[in-house]
């Protein structure tokens, strides 16, 4: 299982500064990445053509997709098909990202209607859960990890390992430049390891990243964490020059 080490660039760069910067990390990093490692992009809807031209070809560096509609095509003004993100080269999609609960208001009955739909349709889904600093503090932390996943996967029968990632990103260290301990960390992997192992066969195969303030001063410590499958990095993906220091970490 190779780690995943993805860049969630949000709504960042304009259509230059994203050719630019795929460029750049492709360019700094091509030739040194570890045997070990894939490389994920996942820039904003106007410039997924223009990053999967980049990437075209390039071994072991994939394009992703921060959001879909779980529906094959029709009127719904504004949204992105799974067969749009994949005609335009996406191979990821992230569903449930924290932005999309706690801004957009998204639901778990939506987000599960987005993961099995995406999965169905052929997209490999990073299916994103964290709890909040008040959660924490009330000690909910694995009831809500576990509610996310109950109810965000339940629709997932059958999966092939390698379709399925989760993301662990704690709300409160998102942006935050406050990175989760590393028994935190620990501690909620195993618990997201375990319940996929009683929940899908072949479970030991689905990558589990963490993300949350992820710099190139921590990302090998976290790297080499029990059950830490790779990095879902937010503001330090924006520039090459220190995402390539995490995909090298
Ligand atoms: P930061 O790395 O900026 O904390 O963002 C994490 C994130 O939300 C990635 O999806």
């Known amino acids: ?27 700094g990093t091509y030739n040194q990445l570890p045997a070990n490692r894939e490389v994920l992009i996942i820039p904003s809807f106007p410039h997924l053509k223009a990053v999967s031209d980049v990437l ?14 779980p529906a094959l095509k029709g009127a719904f003004t504004g949204e992105v098909s799974p067969a749009q993100l994949l005609d335009v080269g996406c191979s990821y999609v992230l569903v449930g990202h924290s932005e ?32 909040t600093i008040e959660q924490r503090q009330q000690g909910r932390t694995k009831e809500v990890l576990r509610s996310q996943l109950e109810l965000g996967l339940k629709d997932v029968q059958k999966v092939d390992s390698e379709d399925l990632v989760i993301a662990y990103e704690p709300v409160w260290a998102i942006g935050t430049g406050q990175v989760a301990q590393e028994q935190d960390i620990l501690d909620a992997h195993a618990f997201i390891r375990e319940f996929l192992q009683k929940t899908f ?19 090998s410590s ?15 993906s924006l520039t090459a020059e220190s995402f390539n220091q995490i995909i090298l970490a």
């Open 222 to 236: 976290i790297l080499a964490l029990d059950n830490v499958d790779g990095v879902l990095v937010g503001g330090a």
């Open 56 to 69: 075209a070809k390039q071994k072991n560096y994939f394009l992703g997709a921060q959001n879909l509609y």
């Open 201 to 219: 066969s072949g479970a030991e195969e689905v990558r589990i990243l963490y993300g949350g303030s992820v710099k190139p001063a921590n990302a």
């Open 100 to 131: 999309r609960r706690h801004v957009l208001q998204e639901q778990d009955e939506f987000l599960a209607q987005k993961a099995s739909f995406a999965l169905e349709q052929g997209l490999k889904v990073i299916f994103c859960i964290g709890e």
């Open 1 to 27: 299982m190779k780690q995943l080490i993805a860049a969630n660039w949000k709504m960042h760069k304009t259509w230059e500064e994203s050719i630019q910067t795929a460029r750049e990390i492709v360019v």
